[in-house]
């Protein structure tokens, strides 16, 4: 649940950390080209919070799915995880029980905005050379990833 801004400082979001969950590219041989109307590009994104430390952590899950020119599946599934050390976390958050975090609407904005445009750049790098080379993470409004999963099949 996000409550509103209530002072956002960016320049007390720092990006400590960052790594590679898992990531599988599935891409028979034989396979060429896809067909450019049917890739999807799906996302699933989380934040969790560790309060004592002001750590925020942010996890995206990417999936590219689409048929092969031999119209079998291909598939490429990323999962990222990112680590944020927020000095005035205490002033974002509110905690209203054990099970429930009201997140400062900035403070998600902000994390989701970075955690999604890194991951773009991280899986152009990572795609280069393989079939799903020219379909980027398309433009998105970050406040999406913070209600529910995005998906697109749309080519950039």
Excluded: C, W
Excluded at 19 to 40: A, H, T, Y
Excluded at 72 to 90: G, I, M, R, W
Excluded at 144 to 152: A, K, R
């Amino acid at each position: 649940m996000a409550k509103k801004s209530s002072g956002l400082q960016p320049e007390k979001i720092h990006l400590i950390k960052y790594q590679l969950v898992s990531g599988k590219l599935e891409n028979r041989s034989g396979v060429f080209k896809l067909e450019s109307e049917g890739v999807k590009i799906g996302t699933d994104f989380n934040m969790a919070f560790d309060l004592e430390n002001r750590i925020v952590k942010s996890d995206i899950k990417v999936r590219y799915s689409a048929a092969g020119d031999d119209g079998q599946p291909v598939s490429a599934d990323y999962h990222f995880s990112f680590f944020f050390k927020t000095e005035n976390l205490d002033s974002l958050i509110a905690v209203k029980d054990e099970n429930e975090i009201i997140v400062d609407t900035g403070l998600g904005n902000a994390i989701a905005s970075i955690t999604y445009s890194t991951t773009r750049g991280l899986l152009m790098a990572r795609l280069q050379g393989t079939i799903f080379e020219n379909y980027f993470l398309p433009v998105i409004n970050p406040n999406d990833l913070l209600q529910t999963d995005t998906s697109s099949n749309n080519k950039e």
